[in-house]
């Protein structure tokens, strides 16, 4: 009877595992779909990038929100250190992407280190938000309250939806018109 409940246990064990590397590739299958759409998705926004002659520029910011020198000087200094800092993030992010793919590629591919590479990936988009949400929070400590208010606008999509990356870090851009969508302010 022992070697009947061994066999049992086996072949339970054998299941679960069969499942798990199921689930695993179809993991691996959905998110290389997402990637080929995201990819898509850059590079469109990168070709609009290149030919919206605002790109989110420190003059973008100085023109919609009225910036003055002070101002200006101001958001100069925070503008490069969340562009410094975004870049790192994106750039370790890459990496990351890479050795993901390279372990994926091996032969006898090691799920363990794929599962902390992907619990790495969130941990960076994490940062990235923190990054993000600092960045905002920093802009609006300059502005005065009526630019706060446009403020919240030229951030708003970066907040509700996961901007794509832009320029070596993320883009806060206005999106679609706020009149257009009918959309009010961020603590609506």
């Known amino acids: 009877m ?11 064990i054998v299941v679960i595992l069969a499942i798990m590397n199921i689930s695993t590739l179809g993991t691996i299958m959905y998110n290389r779909y997402i990637s080929s759409n995201n990819s898509e998705v850059v590079s469109v926004t990168r070709m609009r990038m290149k030919n919206d002659p605002e790109n989110f520029s420190g003059r973008y910011f100085r023109d919609k929100l009225g910036l003055d020198k ?6 100069r200094e925070i503008n490069t250190e969340f562009r410094q800092k975004a870049h790192e993030v994106t750039q370790e992010l890459f990496r990351i ?3 993901m793919l390279n372990q994926l590629s091996l032969p006898d591919t090691d799920t363990v280190k794929l599962s902390l590479l992907s619990d790495s990936i969130g941990m960076m988009h ?17 502005c005065r309250p009526d630019q706060q208010e446009e403020l919240q606008f030229i951030f708003r999509d970066a907040f509700i939806q ?15 018109h706020r009149k257009q969508r009918g959309m009010g302010p961020m603590n609506n």
Not at 2 to 12: D, M, R
Not at 164 to 176: A, L
């Open 2 to 12: 022992k070697t009947e409940s061994k066999f049992k246990w086996l072949v339970w």
């Open 162 to 176: 996961d901007m794509p990356m832009r320029r070596g870090g993320p883009g806060f851009g206005p999106g679609p």
């Open 70 to 75: 002070e101002q200006m000087e101001k958001f």
């Open 97 to 99: 992407r890479e050795e």
């Open 126 to 142: 994490a940062d990235l938000k923190k990054l993000s949400f600092r960045y905002y929070l920093d802009v609006k400590n300059i």
